[in-house]
């Protein structure tokens, strides 16, 4: 009886979702769905990346946290429209919070559209919100075990950015296990090593990224 309840959960997800997708086509928006645990980078990795393409396409950010505006906060400061949706608890994002937050951004004005999702490794990669592109990032302080213990994360995921490579020294973790299990997981899963902190690896991950998606104003 559960099963069946959660499922009609996530089947009711997927048409808003698919809503969603047809909203954003329309206006002509490439959206990205943001994923990791807490404290990985998201934030930090919009705000490089924001600061890194801004002049060439138009961008807009929703963020997702269980409460309060400080991510939000952080994206106004580079001048880009952002909404900032308090989950009150529930540990994702789902495809109607999205419905609602979109209403106030001024989609044809935006090419890009990021989505933070919450902090969280599991459910965000089960509900999706209208994405065209599902990115995660795993910071090399959380371990190289992450791939099999939370394997839909990145099979669901394209891109995984494993943030913090600056630390590698410092920290008893192996990279070339974290990309080979996460390739086997999923062989076409594209792999960058960044430092939010120190700028290493911004400039692969964002010519990478406007190369690869594409939007159409109509
Ligand atoms: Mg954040
Ligand atoms: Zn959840």
Redesign the pocket.
């Known amino acids: 009886m559960k099963i069946k309840v959660t499922t009609k959960i996530l089947d009711a997800n997927d048409r808003i979702a698919e809503e969603n997708k047809k909203i954003f086509k329309n206006a002509g928006i490439f959206v990205i769905n943001l994923m990791s645990s807490p404290g990985a980078g998201?934030?930090s990795l919009l705000e490089r990346t924001i600061q890194t393409i801004k002049d060439k396409v138009k961008v807009g950010v929703i963020?997702g946290?269980i409460t309060g505006t400080t991510?939000a906060e952080r994206i106004e400061r580079l001048g880009v429209p952002v909404v900032q949706i308090n989950t009150e608890g529930a540990c994702h994002l789902d495809a109607n919070m999205i419905a609602e937050a979109a209403k106030d951004l001024p989609l044809n004005d935006l090419d890009i559209l990021f989505i933070?999702n919450v902090?969280n490794l599991v459910c965000p990669a089960e509900f999706k919100v209208g994405e065209d592109l599902k990115v995660m990032i795993l910071s090399l302080t959380e371990g190289d075990d992450k791939p099999m213990k939370y394997p839909l994360m990145f099979q669901e995921s394209s891109v995984l950015i494993l943030n913090k490579i600056d630390l590698k020294d410092y920290l008893d973790v192996d990279i070339e296990k974290i990309k080979k299990d996460s390739l086997n997981l999923n062989p076409k899963l594209k792999i960058f090593e960044v430092s939010c902190k120190t700028g290493q690896g911004i400039n692969e991950w964002t010519e990478w990224l406007l190369t690869n998606i594409s939007w159409k104003k109509p």
Do not use: A, H, N, V
Request: charged share 70%.
């Open positions: 998201k934030t963020e946290d991510d933070e902090g």
